[in-house]
């Protein structure tokens, strides 16, 4: 890579330096995995790697940089996929003892849509089981260690895929977020990890967690690149009804136009108790630098944000117990041997397939949805669901987007928060609230805490807005 520009990391780089014969993508592709062998086993971001399939990639991508032909968006970029998204041939564990030896007989859409734009894949990457955690711990494969202080957490659920990307393993991977998952830890490794609107990106071929709120996104080391990545795995699908028909804009267009005249909300909500000072401290700053800049600072107030965890965990567990029905020992990975009965089989799979969290989540989602609670619980989330958006709706009319901490505090240690679910969920406060609202979100590096640690702004955006949430990102990025 010696004859490669410094903007060689970068999706474009490696893309036009391909093209311009200045490198390979076989080469590029070998200075990734060399990264993964020296630095991977400290970090523990991906769950397998396959060396071969990924030259193959990069041979074909080789083939048309040789004939001259015109190269695809991603071409040779490698990249890493969150481990809950299928891959044709490939194990997919979603963290899960459960989903072992099973081999996915198709490919996920969005996946699908990198390997069309010439993306070369590294391996699959390390999360909590089916997603379930603030923190990877919760995977059956072990945890994560976060690349700026291997004692603390990468974040979760998508821990792999934002270490990868931290470390310099993986230009650009692919994580999911159901309630946090890809910009919680975003901001604990200091990357960009991006929420699109919900329906935005297919969810065809994810392991469900909670079908309402699952959405697929791109991390990368900068906006651009992660705007490119979303405009490549975007857009209608057949096989999700709930994927949006609405064209895909370019979103890399209106990157540099900058903030001047923007509207920018605060909500009084998100700087509470709570909030850790060192990272109150490099948000307001944040804010501060994007008010220098021209953008229109504004007060807002989104008053039923306080409920939103509580509402999450309802729905969220609700909706997982439904999905995870479906892990009985007969059709997927694991079954459990020597059971007598076909529901004795079940429940013995069941029992050693899935972790501690999973359980928990299973039986919360059970109790909610039963007879004689689902109007209390199930209904009632529902209801709240709904103020929630409606929070974000009138919010949207005044402001052109919304700027937040992404996480009340840096990463913490490992072990810290791991024997106190409720601890957990809290750390979840600043990201609910989009998930139930659908509306998208991105979180961007924005400063450091004394002790270095990585620090997020959270931008929300209206449905179907990425444009405007890329605009101010870009604008942090660079002030
Ligand atoms: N931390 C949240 C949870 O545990 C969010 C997880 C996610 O977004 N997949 O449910």
Redesign the pocket.
Known sequence: MSTMTAAAGSVEGIRSAIAKGETTAAAVTEIYQARIAGEDPRIHAFLSVDREYALAQAARIDDMAAKGESLPKLAGVPFGIKDVLTLEGFAATAGSKILEGYRPPYTATAVRKLADAGAVFLGKLNC?EF????SNE?SAYGPVHNPHDLERVPG???GGSAAAVAAGMAVATLG???????R?PASFCGVVGVLPTYGRVSRYGLIA??SS??RIGPFAATIRDAATVLGVIAGHDVMDATSSPLPVPDYTADLDRGVKGMKLGVPAEYFAEGLDQEVRAAIEAGIERLRAAGAEIRPISLPHTRYAIPT??VI?TAEASSNLARFDGVRYGLRAPQSDTLAGMYRRTRDLGFGA?VKR?ILLGTYVLSHGYYDAYYRKAQQVRRLLTEDFLGAFREVDAILTPTAPTPAFKIGEKSDDPVA??L??IY??TA?LAGICGVSVPCGKSRGGLPIGMQILGRHFDEAAIFRVGQAVESL
Do not use: K
């Open positions: 909590d997603a379930m955690g603030s919760n979760g659920s998508s999911t977020d159901t309630g946090g998952s890809i919680q967690f909670a709120l699952d999450y965990y969220a969290e989540r957990m969920y750390a979840d990201t609910v998930s």
